[in-house]
T-cell receptor, first 115, second 113 residues
């Protein structure tokens, strides 16, 4: 079956620090990969995505590269801000998922950025 | 552009009372629709999904049910709420093309007392 394993939190960083949140996956076929962000009390927002090997998704200073050889999709940001404090979810959907198109989520990583 | 709405935003209900949560999507046709529950502040549990009107797939057997009476409307219901039904309920949709990313609504915070 499909699964996503992401770095256990919580992660606490100082403002302007470098961020890495690790994500590895197991899937049949060639999945699409996603990072979602959830701010307190809100729904999930799509942060970035990648659909094939070596694709780099990027948005709001965040980046993640689809690494098929290591089955990874690590999230990075060069300089975090207090406003980046949130829970981050890694997720995948197999291209061959049929009509259901279900997402498989990781357990989420809580990020707190201190001023 | 597409938007997704959920209501109510918050709800406090006594044990044993009925439940109806509504989700509607605008700006797209024939979306897949999903209900998730998020308990304990983080993990997401897929409850139901629908690929078309009247078509509901259940992922977790429980006292909840879902219906899709219209193309862009998805309803989550219960006849009798349990304390364990408390949580944050999220609706999501995905389209027919692309990477099949899901787009989430703002959620409903349900507290069963």
């Amino acid at each position: 079956g499909n699964s996503v394993t992401q770095m256990e939190g919580p992660v606490t960083l100082s403002e302007e620090a470098f961020l890495t949140i690790n994500c590895t996956y197991t899937a049949t076929g060639y999945p699409s990969l996603f990072w979602y962000v959830q701010y307190p009390g809100e729904g999930l927002q799509l942060l970035l995505k990648a659909t094939k090997a070596d694709d780099k998704g990027s948005n709001k200073g965040f980046e993640a590269t689809y690494r098929k050889e290591t089955t990874s999709f690590h999230l990075e940001k060069g300089s975090v801000q207090v406003s980046d404090s949130a829970v981050y979810f890694c997720a995948l959907t197999p291209i061959s998922s049929g009509s259901a198109r279900q997402l498989t989520f990781g357990s989420g990583t809580q990020l707190t950025v201190l001023p | 552009s597409q938007t997704i709405h959920q209501w109510p935003a918050t709800l406090v209900q006594p044990v044993g009372s009925p439940l109806s949560l509504e989700c509607t999507v605008e700006g797209t046709s024939n979306p897949n629709l999903y209900w998730y529950r998020q308990a304990a502040g983080r993990g997401l549990q897929l409850l139901f999904y629908s690929v078309g009107i009247g078509q509901i797939s259940s992922e977790v057997p429980q006292n909840l049910s879902a219906s899709r009476p219209q193309d862009r409307q998805f309803i989550l219901s219960s006849k009798k709420l349990l304390l364990s039904d408390s949580g944050f309920y999220l609706c999501a949709w995905t389209g027919l093309v692309g990477a099949y990313e899901q787009y989430f609504g703002p959620g409903t915070r349900l507290t069963v007392t």
